[in-house]
Nanobody, 117 residues
Framework: QVQLQESGPGLVKPSQTLSLTCTVS?????????WNWIRQPPGKGLEWMGG???????GYSPSLKSRTSISRDTSKNQFTLQVSSVTPEDTAVYYC??????????WGQGTQVTVSS
């Protein structure tokens, strides 16, 4: 069973960079997974932000691509999200999600990030 855990600051000031880390544990064949970041603003639906493969290939939502960067550290079984120039509209619960080759998906518990001065 693949387990994911998000970590990072819960409060970020406007114009700063939001940084979150997802630590992956358990499971097998996780090198074949696609690792995603998804967020849910208050009162809104889920929004896919982007993802990364084990080899480091990335994909981003067009609406966030200019401000988003996803990277991974295979030695630590971690992948990270950075969102620059945040505004209060970036306030959301952020989830890391692993999707396996059989479209089996595993979610972290989510972490609340609030953008406020």
């Amino acid at each position: 069973q693949v387990q994911l855990q998000e970590s990072g600051p819960g409060l970020v000031k406007p114009s700063q960079t939001l940084s979150l880390t997802c630590t992956v544990s358990g499971g097998s064949a996780t090198t074949y997974y696609y690792w995603n970041w998804i967020r849910q603003p208050p009162g809104k639906g889920l929004e896919w932000m982007g993802g990364i493969t084990y080899s480091g290939s990335t994909g981003y939502s067009p609406s966030l691509k200019s401000r988003t960067s996803i990277s991974r550290d295979t030695s630590k079984n971690q992948f990270t999200l950075q969102v620059s120039s945040v505004t209060p509209e970036d306030t959301a619960v952020y989830y890391c999600v692993g999707v396996g080759p059989e479209t089996n998906d595993y979610w972290g518990q989510g972490t609340q990030v609030t953008v406020s001065s």
